[in-house]
């Protein structure tokens, strides 16, 4: 058993020193796993996050979690994440693709039965056809759930937002699960530099009392209702306690925000906050996001960045007030439907200014000319990179 | 105050939460007073003045008070009582129970989260106090009896308060409640309303236990844990 000690989860989150070392985006997952006092993983492999459970694996070897085992299916892992985390443990699991939507019945259900659980999506295309590179469209399927959702850009933000979403799905006041997303193989299987906490320190260990709902009663829902189904059509329970229910979910997705805050300094990062052209992106397409406007900035034009972290709760109201000066908005997105810029165009009074990509898809890369070319044709200006075909 | 945005109701058919509505928690050392975060005395002075001047002010004791399944409980309990007892005509109607229970609730005995809406306009309860009820299920509550009726609602919240509630103070416990009995005791003083410190009454409807009457039929489903099952009977060593 490795010696680890426990500390305060806000000296851990805000304060302890940090090591900077140079490693993969799975690595970086599974580094926080290390360090959050995880009791329990449960795997089902698909490429490309098969890397971080076995690394998750290797944990459970040199002892840094109690229990490790290879479920089923996606559905059969899903559905025991969500028993472990009734059972009082801290729970960690990571899929990809239609690995989410094999479980995505399960996960669907977690929120509404309040489990506190971490979830590595680490995307890859949904077939069909088929391919496993990666592709960001399964984010949309989450964006209904309830579940919060963080899209990690790099390396770094893998390890912070995982590390920081043990903390926030236990919160009292939220309670329910939280996915750290981010781009397949670009991010998984790429190395960056992870400034990250001492490996002898760990979060405080789950304390199942601390929760907005009973601890594991099988007769009392929400843990009944996973055993006795037919008790949410009870004629004895009037319709608004189920419409209340639904709304609490929603209510506590939107309560994260304050720890976005506190824990990821909000939920966007604003790059050049007076420019007439903003870059919006999530994730990996934020980091090529990134970059065009450093390339933009070099032939002195005016384009700034608005990286959002949290698609859920989306940061409407820091959107807005991000765009409200721009002229164009340009959202680059590796997938085909375009669910980031949805979401901006809903948030903001004058969705015309947006430009609806580009996007790159099927796992496709995003070169960053994609994006200048954009960003040249909003200024009107005839700009000096191109895309080479 | 600016805006209240979080009053008794009824608030419709189906009520928008007050998270939607931008009310937020409050932090460490604040309360919540009709959803705007306030000093703890002055949400406490409003909840005293509910409680003594509306009608069948009574307390919703929840299952984290009415069962003594850690150390600090029986204390909180005390104090909850001693608070009923400086309330004139309080009454104390539990929520024993989350499950939906059948066939009906006796609503003078206990309120349950299905339908608190039920125990509250069966009783006329115009005030009522939530204690010791987990946070999901007062969250439930607080805001079907919003929706529905026009009570006053108070949570004592042993964690980050309430938004539904138009009183809602946080991190409570016994020497909280017994602050906030203190603050109604002046408060009472203050309106000249006279009353003698007496428990509440009890609870008339709730049957009286006699447990040596207990049948093995009345367990139930569980009926198997003291009558084997056929065949089971020799069954001495178990996995």
Known sequence: MPEQKVVDTDYLLLE?????????????????????????????PITPQSEVMHLVGDLYAQGYLKDYYRAEEEYGTMSAIAGASRGGVRVFTATSGPGLLRGIEAIASWPGHR?????????????????????NIELAY?????????????????????????AISEMVDVYIPVAVATEGFFVTHAKGYVNMTPEDMKLPPRDPYKAPVPVTDCEVPPARIQRDAPVQ??????????????????????????????????????VNPEAEVFVVASGCAAAQGREAVRYAQQEGLNVGLVKIKSIRPFPAKEVREALKNAKAVIIPEHNIEGWLSKEVKAAIPNSGIVTDGPRVYGGMTLPVELIMEEIYKSLGVKGKQRVVI | MSDKKIVPGPAGYMPEPAVFMGVELPPEGKALLYGEIVDEEQAMREAAKAMLTK??????????????????????????????????????????DYRPKYPKIDPEAEIN???????????????????????????????????????FTIALCAFMGH??????????????????????????????????????????????????ALNPLDYGDYMHLIIPRKGEENVTETE
């Open chain 2, 163 to 212: 938004e539904e509630a138009m009183v809602s103070l946080r991190d409570v416990h016994a020497d909280d409640i017994r602050r906030f009995k203190d603050v109604l005791v002046q408060v009472r003083n203050e309106l000249g309303i006279e009353w003698t410190p007496k428990p509440p009454p009890r609870n008339p409807s709730l049957p009286k236990e006699e447990w040596e």
């Open chain 1, 233 to 270: 059509k009870s004629n004895f329970m009037s319709y608004l306690i189920h419409a209340v229910w639904q709304q609490e979910v929603w209510a506590s997705n939107m309560r994260a925000m304050k720890y976005i805050y506190k824990y990821l300094g909000g939920p966007i990062e604003v």
């Open chain 2, 113 to 151: 989260p299905n339908h608190p809406n039920l125990t509250i306009l069966h009783n006329r309860i115009e005030a009522c106090i939530f204690v010791g009820v987990h946070c999901h299920y007062a969250n439930l509550s607080l805001r079907m009896i919003r929706a529905g009726t026009n009570c």
């Open chain 1, 16 to 44: 302890a020193p940090r090591e900077k070392k140079f490693i993969t985006g799975a690595q970086a997952m599974a580094e926080a796993v290390k360090r959050a006092n995880v009791d329990m993983a449960i795997a089902y």
């Open chain 1, 142 to 166: 989450l964006l209904h759930s309830g579940i919060i959702l963080l899209h990690a850009e790099n390396q770094q933000d893998v390890f912070d937002m995982t590390l920081a979403a043990f």
């Open chain 2, 55 to 96: 009608s069948n002010p009574t307390i919703f004791p929840g299952p984290q008070v009415l069962w003594n399944w850690k150390e600090d409980v029986a204390d909180k309990a005390q104090a909850i009582l001693e608070l009923a007892s400086e309330i004139p005509n309080c009454r104390i109607i539990p929520m024993p």
């Open chain 1, 115 to 135: 489990i506190p659980a971490v979830l590595g999506v680490l995307t890859r295309v949904v077939n069909a056809p088929l391919s496993i590179q990666p592709d």
